[in-house]
């Protein structure tokens, strides 16, 4: 609703019922007292007038978009003939604003949205997300699709903050940190998997290591904090069956890094060597959930071979998988390309395969790796990479290898994850099932429809 001062001062003069030229005949000082009470009297009348009337043309607003939710659904279709576990589906912020006809900028603060599964009106966690870390642009859906099923998703709308039930964030989902208990670690989990960088201020103790860590957990809620406070807490104490690196029933980190990619590092292919950087130099959050946690890590130019190189990381981690989506991107001096390696490290006594899943072979490499305590059984570990990646997967310098072959400032993507034999990878076989898997989902996403009732 839209009005100026004189329309307000109209309102006012009607609700005072002064007449033209009133204002010329004298008036003595008790008559003026008396005449601006009035006018303030008068005038708190229009204003809350007026508010009711704005908060009348909000709540048409959303009787409007209610009417027209309950008219739209979206469709997700699962194209595979098996099922897919829990799946985030993504749909632009703008195609949501467009079709409820809604401002996408009320929708990043002023609205929630509400996704629920129809029958039964089962609750869709949700999240607001942004890739760069900036204002959303995307609605995350966390599914768990049947084979070849069907789901419909209706949507509702509420002021944002507004208490309900069917909260838009829901339970975290997954979890991460700077570590300053130990210098600047910086870890991140989900339900299933636990994993570690490392940072500047750990650099500077002389622990060099720019390869992924792995935490190995058997529990699914968050132990991040519960296993640095246990850490601390044994070395003040000094009780070495505190360490993370013991099993304490939830889990423990018995994954050796080191100089190595750990899962799912990168580094400069060069004559059959792996030529790396040191630890990441700057580390910046750009979501933190509740069903997406992404952030990116620079680090520091390095020299291989001829060329002066640095990179930059984006790591994301959903709820409900094993992998992280990496996107890799190099810049180095020089007018032609590098062959820059995604790797998995093979210690001691570990099996390395090259998979042959998905459309096109190679674009699966997996290690059922030794721990560093014989007692925690195996540690599982991979890469998955879609075939527009132009990849080639070998297995040479104590690595399994992704190569990826590209110029100054041409990302690459892949997946790395693990998992563990004391949890829900108890063999080999079991995990390369799970990767295949995932490369198939990944190949054949699921359909997204938007229909009418």
Known sequence: MMHNRNSTNSLIAAELGEQAGAASAP???????????????????VSV??????????????????????????????????DR????????????????????????????????????????PTQLYSSDGGTANTLLLLVNLKANATETIAFRFK???????????????????????????????????????????????????????VWSKRVPNFVIDSFYKRDLQGIREHNPLLSYHKDNGQGLDSYFVGPTRGCGGTGVWEDGKLIVSKNYTTMKILSSGPIRFAFRVTYAPWQAADHQVEE???????????????????VFDGHGSLSLAAGIAIHDGADASIVRGGSQPGSIVSVWDTPQDPAAGRIATGLVV???????????????????????????????????????MPTETAWNEYLESFLKREEHPISVLWTKR
């Not at 008036?27 to 009348?45: F, G, H, K």
């Not at 930059?312 to 190099?330: C, E, P, R």
């Open 49 to 82: 007038f007026l508010r009711a009337a704005i908060l009348f043309a909000g709540a048409l607003f959303f009787v409007a978009s209610q009417l027209n939710a309950a008219e739209l659904h979206l469709q997700l279709t699962n194209p595979l003939d098996k």
């Open 159 to 213: 002021p944002a903050g507004k208490d309900d039930t069917t909260s838009e964030a829901g339970t975290p989902l997954v979890f991460g940190r700077e570590a300053p208990e130990r210098k600047d670690d910086f870890a991140w989990e989900n339900e299933l998997v636990t994993y570690r960088v490392y940072g500047p201020a750990l650099e500077a103790t002389g622990e060099i290591a720019s390869g992924i860590d």
């Open 386 to 424: 879609l075939p527009d990646q132009n990849a080639t997967s070998l297995v040479a310098a104590s690595h399994a290898l992704m190569i990826f072959n590209r110029h100054s400032g041409e990302p690459f993507t892949y997946f790395a994850g693990a998992g563990w034999s004391k949890a829900d």
């Open 85 to 124: 576990g829990e799946e985030i589906v993504e749909i632009p912020l703008q195609q949501i604003a467009q079709r409820f006809h809604i401002d996408e900028a009320k929708l990043n603060s002023q609205i929630s949205i509400i996704a629920t599964a129809e029958p039964g009106d089962r609750l869709i």
């Open 312 to 330: 930059t990381k984006t790591i994301t981690l959903d709820a409900g998988t094993h992998m992280n989506k990496i996107v890799s991107t190099y």
């Open 27 to 45: 008036v003595s000082s008790s008559d003026n007292c008396a005449i601006r009470s009035r006018w303030i009297l008068a005038a708190t009348r």
